[in-house]
């Protein structure tokens, strides 16, 4: 048989959970505790450490543009919302997805690889349970949910901590900031933001999945599954990204 | 009947089988003999085709099975159950969740039964895999396998890691196998006094090639010098 590449295989992977979501939709048989399992993993596990990250790099970027207008323009007033454009069209989806797929990513292909050295996957087979039903569905559906969610909470807290810092060290008005902003951005803004997030969060759990699936017997090679995982993901991530971007908002 | 018709498989440049053949009708129990490594567990994993083989045949109630045909594999699977040498349960359920992964209801009556036979009690079933001993494990996927009632049951080293209590307990767990449910056994081991008594036919298997089959009788009084280590508990330094 033919053997995938390294971006073959996620997107067969993709492929069958697809066919196999659809069909199960229509069985009416989803495994509803098993798919709101992983979103609790993903999603509310992963809501402290992307909100610290979120509002630290909001807050950077903040103080970093204002800075240099102030060096250029002698003032910052249209700063926060310039800030926070970037923060909804790039920092907070990029960013967001990074940090999942560090967290999820790793943690998917280590326990899929641990589950096919032990022979669980094996076992599966012989109970005639698909592993794509079981593992990779919910999985997918966990990451997809918990990554849209993420991003949106991320330019939330971004939004949060723009109005807080130019209130309160630049001197603007929140009223200010909000007329500013609507100036810059719109829902165009937030869709592309969203349309990358579902992208991301189809990408994670099938790219860390097909790592696991494929990874080599003994310890070793759950640890290089793992890696691999977060390393392809996160270089898929930033490739995407740039797809996106050329295709949503150049001229 | 299960049928093996001339198994070859090789890794890489080692061949593990080489032209195995067995025959095992219901209600009998094949015993595998051979030494660690010799490729066992790769024959029985071959029966199921989660391995596929690189040549040979292999039918299971006058239908040959085809490894790639996932379909026809999961009818394959349900008439031949495989009890793997490490237990290998799912660790994110409980033992329970375990037993009844992927089991049809009305199947689970008879889940009391099994459980005395292979001497778990219902308390531990609470419990997650890594909670509980090997030997728990161990007789949880025992069950899980019997729940299902297959046709043919391929037991891979049943007995290894357990106490001779235990021991005892799966020995009479599979000739209770087979006088109620009528199967055929394949026990893979490495426990010859269990062979002995259990056996209708034992095989031992070495550098991949069956070197002895017959009965127990036979087996005790072969000439053949691996065979006789095994019956006297000898090591045989110069292999
Ligand atoms: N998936 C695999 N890939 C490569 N080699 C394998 C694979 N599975 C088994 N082998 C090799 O096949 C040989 C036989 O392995 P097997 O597990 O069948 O031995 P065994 O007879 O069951 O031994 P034991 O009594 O220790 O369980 C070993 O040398 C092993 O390295
Ligand atoms: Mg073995």
């Known amino acids: 048989m033919r053997e995938w590449n390294q971006l073959e295989y996620p997107a067969l992977l ?12 229509t069985r009416r048989e989803i495994r509803g505790r098993e798919i709101i399992k992983q979103i609790y993993e993903c999603a509310v596990m992963s809501i402290p450490v992307i909100s610290f990250s979120l509002g ?67 076992q599966l087979k012989l109970l005639a349970v698909s592993e794509v039903d079981y593992l990779l569905v919910p999985r997918w559906l966990g990451c997809l949910v918990a990554n849209v969610a993420l991003t949106l909470i991320s330019i939330g807290i971004a939004g949060v901590v723009t109005i807080f810092i130019g209130a309160r060290w630049m001197g603007y008005q929140p009223g200010e900031f909000y007329n500013s902003l609507l100036l810059f951005t719109t829902g165009y803004d937030l869709a592309g933001a969203l349309v ?20 080599a017997l003994g310890s070793q090679g759950v640890g290089e599954a793992a890696t691999q995982a977060v390393a392809r993901s996160s270089l898929l991530i930033i490739i995407i990204d740039l797809f996106i971007n050329s295709l949503w908002w150049m001229p | 009947m299960l049928e093996l018709k001339a198994i070859s498989k090789t890794f890489g440049n080692r061949a593990v089988l080489r032209s195995v053949s067995l025959t095992l009708n219901r209600g009998q129990i094949c015993f595998v003999l051979g030494r660690s490594g010799v490729g066992k567990s790769v ?12 040549s040979g045949e292999v039918w299971i109630q006058s239908e040959k099975t085809d490894p790639q045909n996932e379909e026809q594999m999961v009818s394959v699977r349900q008439k031949c159950g495989l009890v793997f ?15 009844e992964f992927g089991l049809k209801p009305e199947k689970l009556a008879r889940l009391g039964k099994y459980l005395d036979w292979v001497q778990l009690s219902r308390e531990r079933l609470s419990r997650y895999p890594a909670e509980v001993s090997f030997g ?11 729940l299902r009632e297959p046709q043919f049951i391929l037991f891979d080293e049943p ?18 196998v087979v006088k109620e449910s009528h199967s055929g056994c394949i026990v893979v081991s490495h426990d010859v006094q269990s062979a002995i008594e259990l056996a209708s036919t034992i095989i031992l298997l070495d550098q991949g090639q069956v070197i002895f089959q017959g009965t127990p009788e036979s087996f005790c009084s072969s000439e053949q010098p691996l065979a006789r280590a095994f019956c006297n508990g000898m090591v045989l330094l110069d292999h």
């Not at chain 1, 909001?58 to 204002?66: A, I």
């Not at chain 1, 990358?196 to 990874?215: E, N």
């Not at chain 2, 799912?90 to 037993?99: G, K, R, Y």
């Not at chain 2, 728990?136 to 019997?146: F, I, P």
Request: proline letters at 4%.
């Open chain 1, 14 to 25: 993709f492929c069958s959970s697809f066919v196999g979501f659809v069909s199960s939709l």
């Open chain 2, 136 to 146: 728990t494990q161990k007789k949880a996927s025992v069950v899980r396998t019997l």
């Open chain 1, 196 to 215: 990358k997030s579902l992208c991301f969060g189809t990408l994670i759990p099938f790219v860390s999945a097909g790592y696991g699936l494929r990874c």
């Open chain 1, 56 to 122: 630290i790099v909001s807050l950077m970027s903040v103080l970093e543009f204002s800075w240099h207008m102030r060096v250029v323009l002698r003032q910052d007033a249209l700063v926060p919302a310039f800030s926070l454009v970037l923060t909804i069209r790039e920092v907070a989806p990029v960013v967001t997805a990074m940090l999942l797929a560090s967290r999820v990513g790793a943690s998917i292909a280590a326990e899929i690889g641990v589950m096919k050295i032990t022979e669980q996957l094996d």
């Open chain 2, 85 to 99: 040498q490490m237990p290998a349960l799912l660790d994110s359920l409980t033992l329970q969740e375990n037993l």
């Open chain 2, 159 to 176: 007995t290894t890691g357990l106490d001779p209590v235990s021991r005892q307990v799966t020995n009479q767990m599979i000739r209770n």
């Open chain 2, 43 to 54: 024959l029985l994993k071959t029966i199921v085709g989660l391995i596929p083989q690189d």
